[in-house]
């Protein structure tokens, strides 16, 4: 499974910005897919996660009032709606595929290239 994610770019502090994360194969659709960043000199942290069916939503607590992840199984494609963002958004966003929808980086086997998402204050 080849994971796809897009959507980043430059915006300023207050904005929004839709990620995308399309898979290669159908079979991602089976599966929990969950979103992940890693800002400039610290670690991957966890960001959101959907089950399968659209379920089992999980939010990172700083970000479960701006972020709002989805999935078109149709579309083998998952999407990050980031509202209100903030400085401290900037990161490179990765998508993964996993059995389920956690929040943990060891849940999730196969990973996309990661997008840049910056935030100018």
């Known amino acids: 499974v080849q994971l796809q994610a897009c959507g980043g770019g430059l915006v300023q502090a207050g904005g929004s910005l839709r990620l995308s994360c399309t898979a290669s194969?159908?079979?991602?659709?089976?599966?929990?897919v969950g979103w992940f960043r890693q800002p400039p000199g610290k670690e991957r942290e966890f960001v959101a996660a959907?089950?399968?069916?659209?379920?089992?939503?999980l939010y990172a607590d700083s970000m479960k009032d701006r972020f709002t992840i989805s999935r078109d199984n149709a579309k083998n494609t998952v999407y990050l709606q980031m509202n209100s963002l903030k400085f401290e958004d900037t990161a490179v966003y990765y998508c993964?595929?996993?059995?389920?929808?956690?929040?943990?980086?060891?849940?999730?086997?196969?990973w996309g290239q990661g997008t840049l998402v910056t935030v100018s204050s």
């Open positions: 993964a595929v996993g059995l389920r929808s956690v929040p943990s980086f060891d849940g999730y086997i196969y």
């Open positions: 194969k159908r079979t991602a659709s089976n599966n929990a």
């Open positions: 959907i089950g399968w069916n659209g379920g089992n939503t």
